[in-house]
């Protein structure tokens, strides 16, 4: 009889970790249709055309070159978070690496200083709480990436495209 009972435990139990994945991929998509519609919304809103988007870790962020926005989206369960920044008004653009007391990097961000005062734009591309630590590095290239569009758009000058990716 005990062989029996250990089989319906163990069948039982592989049930519901099948049942537990399958809830996590359904609110995983749930997330990522959000997001998407979220960002769908805002370019129709501002009536943006984006040229430079890139999805990663529950993020959207996108560039209009030509009226010279960016825009951030950030959605995972319980925190949303929508930026429009207009690159025209901002007068410094940093990367942010915060660490631990063990000196470990627990966040990177850009933060972009506007010519009003008290107006700092933070963009999270990791965040140690919610992301996992595989996605560190790419993080910090996505943020140094950034940077850079954002230094060069910032300019209220016409840059080509192939000038922005000799910079």
Known sequence: MEPVIIILISMLVLGLLGVGQVIREQN?????LALSLAYQGMVEKHKLQIEHVEVFEDRIIGLDRKQKVLVFLFHRSGCFSELTVPL???TG????????EKGYITNVSIHMETLIKDKVYQLCFYDDQFDKPTSLLPAMRRARNWKQRIAVNSDPGVISLEAEYVL
Not at 28 to 32: E, G, I, M, P, S
Not at 93 to 100: A, D, L, T, W
Request: hydrophobic share 25%; with cysteine; proline share 0%.
């Open 88 to 90: 025209l008004e901002l």
């Open 28 to 32: 995983k998509k749930r997330n990522q």
């Open 93 to 100: 653009c940093r990367i942010v690496e915060k660490h631990n």
